[in-house]
């Protein structure tokens, strides 16, 4: 069980959508849309995959970070670097 | 034609990898991979798409935008703040 | 207090680093220097800010963050909900 | 002569509030201000930073690089090669 899994439906459905828009962009690209047009797009697919990861990432400190600060011991300072990490790489990527 | 149109399988290529990385993470969501392990694939689908816009970008500023500045009138001035807001999008998403 | 209080000098040490910088950023306009290198500088400054947020968030997580995870109910999740939208302004900033 | 040089004092008067923002940050981190009131203003001074970064590249797009390009040869392709360079910096910062 993690934090998602109540979620796991609607995060599928996202990420469906998301796969649809990745498959809308190939089509651009073979069809040789306007370049503006194609960038416009790949910025709405890379925010929809950053709402999925805000998304995950509050699921997962609200359960999983919060499991193990209530256990205490070194696993709940090890899930906050962790957790620390994660949102390390989204911010900077 | 367009900036990307000598470099479209490429594209292609590169839009399918990431087609691919988002048919993984519905995997991983579905068999309720750690949170964690999915937040690293999204970062790294992210990147991967932020990737295909620096390259477009490069090819359309290399192409459209010198192509309009080469002819000059108020055409070079639209495609150069077109392309600057394609830019702050891409830098603000 | 709060989860940075203990490294305040050194959170205060990398703000007057960064506010040098910015004034490094001044003295090259005046000068006219390449708009390459201020933008360069600027993608450094930008990161520098970046790596203090995420310090302050970290320390936030496993300190205010913890402590209300650890007293329950209704402001623990108000605290995580809080620190999700701090992160969600990070991301898309 | 650079692209930004005619709106130089509105890029000083920028840089300047900036500055003003990052020295308020001092202030908040001195006076121990809560932890995401202070991450709260760090957004708001990278977005200031990411803003004057955009208007130097369009302001660079729309005169240095233009000029390579109309005068042609191998300073035009490096010109665009060094502000796509600087883009896809200020994209993963």
Redesign the interface.
Known sequence: ?????GD?QA??TR??R??GQ??G??RM??E?????D???Q??A???A??A???G???????H???DA??SGGPE??EK?????A????????
């Open positions: 069980m993690h934090g998602y899994s796991k995060y599928l990420l469906r998301i796969e990745i498959r962009l190939q690209v073979d040789e849309a306007y370049c503006i194609i960038l416009t790949v910025s697919a890379t925010r995959l950053q999925v990861a805000l995950l990432l509050e699921d997962h400190i609200a999983c970070v919060a600060v209530k709940a300072d906050v670097k962790e957790a620390s994660a949102i390390a790489r989204l911010v900077r990527s």
